[in-house]
């Protein structure tokens, strides 16, 4: 990690309400390029609210956010996306009656284009399906690339999805609750397909599992009702009065 | 396993095509030529069915006016052969043209003026979603319903009369056998174009959109885009089927897009089996012959049409295709 | 002059309102709630219609016709419900198109069968014919007035239910989270039966007021169905303000796009008769050129209440 490069992302100010409630309340945020950024925070801090203003479905009432130096507030999400701002969703989000590498092909595909080819057959194309493959086999989901996405197991599925997002070769990846309902064997392989990926490209990871996010952050920041009370490195957040008062002290 | 499933199926299609090829001079050795007429119109419609299929059950958007597109297609040809009946120029058009006949041109128009009308259509109708997609699609078809109505000049309510059938050098089409060999060979030509669609990148895009647009967008795909090309080829393929209506019955008029004519062309397509190439096929020889059939017995025919829609809806969703063809017939 | 037919107009306009009003506050309810889309309830229009018909006819009395249409309607669509849409809430909503398809063409059928194909002009009732100057010299038919004042009598009791009884909460509190009110433990069932009923009973009564200004015949449902697809994509789903101001909305462009654009237009073409083609053609679309106008301006409707 490069301490004196730039932020990859630049969230200043984000505020979100719905109705009268703040989910977003002035959130300041950086992401440096090549870590992973943990963020925390109990039930209802406003996490994927943030994730989906990040991502773009969402768009804040306020604030800014600049991805790679560029004002990306006001873009939908598939031109996010395409400038290399991938995600996961908290929910299983893939393509249920594909293969598990038709669902990675569709990813490539995205980072290639030419989807107006009307006539040749894209299942038997070479240069959507080898990448596909690369990239599943560094999941180590290759024996289940035939398989329908919907039938695999919840595990696989959750990193069928991380392999979409990897497919499309991102500069930055959004991944919120990545482990969501995995069993312990499954979360710590995540773990480590996680860890090397920040060799060459950064996280904002949004984690219930202490011991994973103390495992893979290199910093974190916490949520307490919309606001970012404390951002700093796993330590720091270990010993922070404010944060043990506001979220971790509740846990015990 | 997989074999038997798959000669399943191709049994099944090719039993369809011999069907089809042989109904012809099978008809006229038993001297009912009526059947040659109604398959006619039954090609027809299965080819409207068969390009709602690409937007319903490929990429996932239930467009509840269909017909608009079928009736476009057919009023260009019907306008073309007006105006060279009467021998008058086609107003708002530079240089005095006076229609024409040729079916070469009159059925390129009308594909080129319905896939028009489908790029505006869609282009408002994709801001939406859902619901409100299925309404807005409805009401634009009786927009046009309406607007050819009013036309007063083309026949209003009772539509447009041709003289005779369009004419492609060499070929007659006034005879049936004929028409309805070019309304098969259009057909197949048709699907055969759509099998290489649904199987090319831009296909698998559609496909991507139906299951999950939400992750097609969150992948960098700009669906909206693609959605509404996919609308207007769709939309296209059924103003071609309208140039072909117009030929088969020599008349046209606004109840090819009266509201019921898309909601009958979507039943062919469920009945029929979504999201296959072939089910639509079968779902229009079903829906027009069993309207053959039982309204050769009651003139309330629809008293038991209609529950019997309901009856598929709940109980039999494959469709027929997917019935006679086994898994086979889940192309995708 | 021209003041006096655009006041007679714009009371022709709130006339088409109200009633597009009472077709689409229970469609938009249905919509928001189960999240169903019922092209069967201009059926329950069309019983309305017929079945004040048919009573008004035995008994002479059209306040005894409406008040038999009325729980006829209501009964139809609580059957209806019950016996086949209630298993099609969480399928797609293709499923729903093509089932309440079938409904259409059975209760078209039906009412064909029962009352014949041809279409029954229903006299307007003694109390009500004639017209009273609304402003000297200007008469309007007493009828029409009292439509109005009917769909406003209703405007205001939809809004008391909704605002002070627990049912009218549930109602809202349904159409902007369903899961919440599931999740309060509320018989979920009887609460879409009843809504179902209510949009039945309230298109039955916009049914049974239709007949004596206009035909009562087969497919007259579908006609004000798709009308009232306009305000529900107009005013936004799930909202009866937003139908309210729709309904309203596509009364007055309709009613001043037939009365006024051919005039409009004969003053911009040199032609009469390219004129009224081009008028007849415009007029007839005008409300469909709104629907589009909202769409670019706002997609979900001007009064979305979720979403």
Known sequence: MDRSSPPVLRVSNLCKSFGALRASDGIDLDVRTGEIHALIGPNGAGKTTAINQLSGELSPDQGEILFNGQNVTALPVQKRAQLGLARSYQITSIFPAFTAVENVAMAVQSKQGQNFRFWAKARADRARIDPAMTVLRRMGLENVAGAIAGELAHGQQRQLELAMALATQPKMLLLDEPMAGMGPEDSRRMTEILLPLKDHLSILLVEHDMDVVFALADRITVLVLGKAIATGTPQAIRNSPAVQAAYLGELR | ?332 | MTFFLFLEQTLNAFQLGVMLFLMAAGLTLVFGIMNMINLAHGSFYMIGAYVAAYVGHLTGSFFIAVAVALPVAAIVGMAVETIALRKLYNRDHLDQVLATFGLILFFNELTSIIWGPQAIFVPIPPLFAGSVEIIPGVPYPVYRLVIIAAGLAVAVLLRLLIVKTRTGMLIRAGASNREMVSALGVDIDRLYTVVFGLGALLAGLAGALAGPILATEIGMGENILILTFVVIIVGGIGSIRGALIGALLVGLVDTYGRAFLPTLLRALFEDPSVADGVGASVSSMSIYILMAVVLVIRPRGLFQAYG
Not at chain 2, 153 to 178: A, C, I, W
Not at chain 2, 186 to 191: A, C, D, P, S, T
Not at chain 2, 196 to 219: H, P
Request: charged fraction near 10%; charge should be neutral.
């Open chain 2, 1 to 332: 396993m997989a074999n038997s499933t798959l000669s399943r199926k191709s049994l099944v299609l090719l039993l369809g095509l011999v069907v089809l090829l042989a109904l012809p001079p099978v008809a006229l050795a038993l001297d009912e030529a009526f059947f040659i007429s109604l398959f006619s119109r039954i090609l027809i419609y299965a080819l409207a069915a068969v390009s709602l299929d690409l937007i319903l059950g490929y990429a996932g958007m239930a467009s509840l006016g269909h017909g608009a597109f079928l009736g476009v297609g057919a009023y260009v040809v019907g306008i073309l052969a007006f105006h060279v009946s009467e021998d008058l120029a086609i107003p708002f058009l530079p240089g005095a043209w006076t229609g024409t006949t040729s079916a070469v041109i009159a059925w390129s128009a009308a594909i080129v003026m319905s896939a028009l009308v489908a790029l505006a259509i869609g282009a408002l109708s994709l801001r939406t979603s859902g619901v409100y997609f299925i309404m807005i699609t409805l009401a634009f078809a009786q927009m046009l319903y309406f607007f050819f109505v009013s036309l007063v000049t083309y026949g209003g309510d009772d539509g447009v009369n041709l003289e005779q059938r369009n004419s492609f050098p060499l070929l007659d089409l006034g005879d049936d056998t004929r028409f309805y060999y070019v309304c098969l060979a259009v057909l197949l030509g048709f699907i055969y174009l759509c099998q290489r669609l649904v199987n090319s990148r831009f296909g698998m895009v559609m496909r991507g959109c139906k299951q999950n647009e939400t992750r097609m967008r969150a992948l960098g795909f700009e669906t909206y885009k693609y959605k509404l090309a996919c609308f207007v080829i769709a939309g296209a393929g059924a103003g071609l089927a309208g140039a072909l209506a117009a030929n088969q019955s020599e008349f046209v008029s606004p109840g090819l897009m009266h509201w019921t004519r898309s909601g009958e062309v979507m039943v062919m397509v469920i009945l029929g089996g979504m999201g296959t190439l072939f089910g639509p096929v079968f779902g229009a020889i079903a829906l027009l012959l069993m309207e053959e059939i039982l309204a050769a017995y009651t003139q309330h025919w629809m008293i038991i049409l209609g529950p019997i829609l309901i009856l598929v809806v709940l109980f039999a969703r494959r469709g027929i295709y997917g019935f006679l063809a086994g898994d086979g017939g889940r192309d995708g």
